[in-house]
């Protein structure tokens, strides 16, 4: 009898279809349910949907069954280690069982053991720009036989001045492919890629772009910066469970990781300056409790899927707004109910305001507890609400991003042709340094 729920009627191979079961994937996600159907028909596919909500398997699941049936390679770029390893192992659980090989080539990753992952006919590759590149100029990996390729998270990779070595691996791809980019957000350099590299794609939005999880909570204190730390403190011994913290710059990361376990609590810390075992074993020690914190820079902000995660905070505002979406959706994941907590600083009143704007909601303000250290703040109106007058001006385009050292592209800019500056971003670095000090 044939079933209508669960993965049944999206056009998945029994065999494909009986490992999915195998792995207790019951139910699928919007991205999942809509994807899935139009790239088994080969279609070009544009998926806009929030970091967390299942799209590994939207297009893996497609592919696989694409190799299977044709043979041929499959091709999957993404932004960072983190997320490559990631993918890499939702990709060996369904497709190795089937008898499919993969190769994940990332920076901080011996090349030579990449190269024998290569030499064992590697049916999927995964990987990062930088180390597909390296790849590709010595001439150990040939891509001539994709007949796949998916760009995930595309909108980061673009944001991390990738678009020149994107571009280069592309003109290594045929032409007669079928491709899928999936993202975030769809900002202009998105649509200029698709329209360029795809075939008439089907878009297929999950969530409008800056939506944020439904079941996390939010709220912000405003705080001096000598207050930051206690705030910390106190807050860290009101919630007993797993937190992730994030801070603007990895000099940042490694002080309040320090400044955390002077607290007494266990934590660890994942920013570039981290070496890739370094960082897998920052990861794999807060997935398993060894570490109850887990202090991280933008880097992580897409690539930490741990289920459990109750509270974020975000030490520092994120650069853009739109990481601020990305960032605490590592709480509440797989249904479960989250928190998060934002330290603004009184002269970021139009930072939050551009987040309340994006997310389409006013986040509560809290009361700071009373055993805090007291600052004068300044400007004298309630914050963040109200006009914007005495706003400062403040440079635009000035993204105080940071990629990997082995994956740093050779170019500069975000998009395929010139990167604009994004309107309405938040302040450059110069502004940004200000009163941080050894922050810095």
Excluded: C, W
């Amino acid at each position: 009898m044939q079933q209508n729920s669960g993965f049944y009627g999206l056009g998945i191979a029994p065999n494909v279809l009986a490992v999915i079961n195998k792995f207790g994937f019951k139910t699928p996600t919007p991205i999942q349910s809509r994807s899935i159907p139009i790239a088994l028909e080969g279609k070009d596919l544009v998926g806009i949907a929030q970091t967390g909500t299942g799209k590994t398997l939207a297009f893996g699941v497609p592919m696989i069954q694409r190799i299977l049936q044709n043979r041929g390679m499959g091709l999957i770029v993404l932004p960072t280690r983190e997320l490559a390893v990631q993918v890499r192992d939702a990709i060996a659980m369904v497709g190795g069982t089937l008898g499919i090989k993969t190769a994940l080539l990332i920076g901080g990753a011996p090349m030579g053991r990449q190269v024998a992952e290569i030499r064992r006919r590697a049916e999927i590759i995964i990987g990062t720009p930088g180390r597909i590149n390296d790849h590709l100029e010595q001439k150990t990996l040939t891509l001539s036989g994709v007949k796949v390729l998916v760009l995930d998270e595309a909108d980061r990779m673009l944001d991390m001045g990738f678009a020149p070595q994107l571009r280069r691996i592309l003109s290594f791809v045929p032409t007669e492919r079928q491709t899928m980019l999936f993202s975030a957000t769809m900002p202009p350099e998105i649509m200029k890629m698709a329209r360029m590299f795809m075939k008439l794609p089907v878009q297929i939005e999950i969530a409008p772009q800056g939506t944020a999880a439904a079941n996390v909570t939010h709220e912000v204190f405003v705080v001096g910066r000598n207050q930051k730390l206690p705030l910390l403190n106190k807050l860290l011994a009101d919630y007993r469970g797993s937190v992730l913290i994030f801070t603007r710059t990895k000099f940042a990361a490694k002080k309040v990781a320090r400044d955390v376990r002077a607290f007494g609590h266990t934590a660890n810390e994942i920013h570039s300056n981290r070496s890739l075992n370094q960082r897998q074993e920052a990861l794999l020690g807060f997935r398993n409790g060894r570490y109850r914190v887990l202090v991280a820079t933008d880097i992580a902000a897409r690539g930490i899927d741990v289920t459990g995660i109750e509270l974020v905070i975000n030490y520092d505002l994120p650069d853009q707004a739109e990481d601020y979406v990305h960032r605490i959706g590592r709480t509440g994941r797989a249904g479960a109910s989250g928190h998060a907590i934002s330290f603004a600083t009184p002269d970021q009143r139009r930072d939050l305001q551009l987040i309340e704007r994006l997310i389409k909601k006013t986040i509560p303000l809290a009361k700071l507890p009373e055993s805090l250290p007291r600052v004068e703040i300044q400007p004298t109106e309630d914050f963040p609400r109200g006009p914007r007058r005495g706003f400062h001006s403040r440079p635009q385009g000035q993204s105080d991003r940071r990629t990997h050292p082995s994956s740093r592209p050779a170019g500069s800019g975000g998009s395929f042709s010139s990167r604009k500056p994004r309107q309405g971003g938040f302040r450059g670095r110069s502004q940004r340094s200000r009163g941080y000090g050894g922050y810095r």
